[in-house]
């Protein structure tokens, strides 16, 4: 993060600090007004390592904005048929408006079945075929967590997009392909780029906004950014340490170079990482006022 | 269509007669060995009069491929209940394979309630949130018609795709965005443009491929296009005529200016509009055999 001068860090960390303290405010609000409390089931099968991290780190930050917290374990052995038993039991379970199924599943497990099983009012993930369609056309869908937080950061950086060059690198149907619908949205020229893209460079540099979604380390290099442009960097990516073995975590951009080019930039970590969580706790508020009839 | 040279010329209206072709004789198959009919049903609410020309159209080519055609009109005055009632029969009707419900709809009809009833599986439009989000996520869905029919007179002209750069121009639900994401399926970079876009030459000029769908007549000018490029033009505006007083139609795009750079340019009409039904009789094969449990 020394990287980055100071006026061109946009600092996820604190956005979504101040997000979760708006969410916790809106909480106390429906609770006291409505004797409304928004939960949110996280369902875990198995024993991930990464996985564990992540659904404790939910259940945690749910649980500190007011919410109900719902962790569900279940052995690496479930069959597909439970699996779907205990979500379809949640869809119908009037005090949680959130499902979450941690991914990965083991193998034997559909993950699409399970999946597209969650009512998509509940579908806080955002990935159900109904959210994705209704994100499309302009519908009330739930907005995958990744791109929505990349779209508050955009928002909060830049105001008004009307207009801009946007390059959303990267076409994966829980990130690039939703970030590209927001940014459509916010009146953006959008271009999709990915692998088989053939100037990449050339690409980047007409962009005003970029936003990486690949997964390679610092995959975007630094010259190709365009001066005045804004970087948004989802990538998370470990590379092993030096000789006294700490591994660190890089992005998908050269941050140090790009922050020469760019008047913004996410750092790495600090910037998209934090933001998910929270706009995982946002769509639990969302689809909880809509659960309920009020407005978002 | 005299304004193109013959090499140049991506005769729409040709390779939908060899669609429609194609077609019977895979429905022949059908009824042969399986003893099934494809089954199309066409609702029309009130007498819009461009709408009875479709209507007639569309059923007469289901006939003419061997299909069974429906067609159920009803008044103008049919409340919102009774057409819903329809579009439920019809769900359930085992010798109806393809729904469509022509637009516009009387004023008191929410149209999308009414589109959004037809169960995902016989939206041969492939307007159904459902259809929407499974085109985007790779799943198995109907695909619009219009750009389904750019799509399959992009593949015939240039076979592989792969790594070009494609402009789509205007954003609808109906045929920009879907376009988008079938360009993007071919492994394309793909620029999604709109009325907000600032330099709408510069981007064009950039694209391998062009699709042009925004209802200005010869809003794209002939000189914008890249040498060599491929220009499908949806559009279809009608212009008041001479003197005599004959309307003409043309395209979104300056024909025969366009005509000078690109290496394939369909044109209007016999381009890109008789693929429209050609593809409607196409999804209705699609959906029937897969509602029968038969590979695509």
């Known amino acids: 993060m020394t990287t980055i001068p100071p006026e061109k860090l946009i600092d996820g960390k604190a956005f979504a600090e101040g997000l979760r303290k708006q969410i916790a405010a809106e909480v106390q609000v429906l609770r006291d007004q409505h004797g409304i409390q928004p939960g949110l089931a996280v369902v875990m099968v198995g024993e991930d390592p990464a996985s564990d991290v992540y659904v404790r780190s939910k259940c945690k930050q749910t649980g500190e ?13 479930t069959s597909e048929n439970e699996l779907l ?4 039991a949640l869809n119908k379970d009037p005090a949680i408006h959130g499902i979450l199924v941690q991914l990965p599943l083991p193998r034997h497990i559909n993950a699409d079945r399970v999946l597209n099983t969650i009512v998509p009012e509940k579908d806080v993930d955002g990935f ?9 056309t302009g519908g009330q869908a739930l907005v995958p967590c990744t791109p929505l937080g990349c779209s508050l950061l955009l928002k909060d950086r830049l105001g008004d997009m ?8 990267g076409r994966s149907n829980i990130v690039g392909k939703p970030m590209a619908q927001l940014l459509l949205k916010e009146n953006c020229t959008v271009t999709l780029a990915h692998s088989r893209t053939r100037d990449l460079p050339a690409v980047v540099k007409a962009a005003d906004i970029v936003v990486a979604a690949v997964g390679i ?3 975007v290099k630094g010259e190709w950014i365009k001066d005045g442009a804004t970087v948004i960097d989802v990538g ?19 941050t140090a170079e790009a922050a020469k080019h760019a008047a913004g930039i996410t750092p790495v970590p600090g910037g998209v990482g934090p933001m998910t969580i929270a706009c995982l706790l946002r769509n639990t508020l969302t689809a909880c006022k809509r659960l309920h009839g009020l407005e978002d």
């Open 85 to 88: 038993l205990l979500v379809e």
């Open 162 to 169: 009307s207009g801009m060059n946007a390059v959303v690198i």
């Open 128 to 136: 159900h075929p109904v959210n994705v369609g209704l994100l499309s």
């Open 217 to 219: 380390p610092e995959m």
């Open 65 to 77: 904005c007011g919410m109900l917290s719902v962790e569900r374990r279940l052995p690496a052995d």
């Open 236 to 254: 998370i990516n470990r590379l092993p340490g030096s000789a006294e073995g700490k591994s660190r975590l890089v992005g998908d951009v050269e």
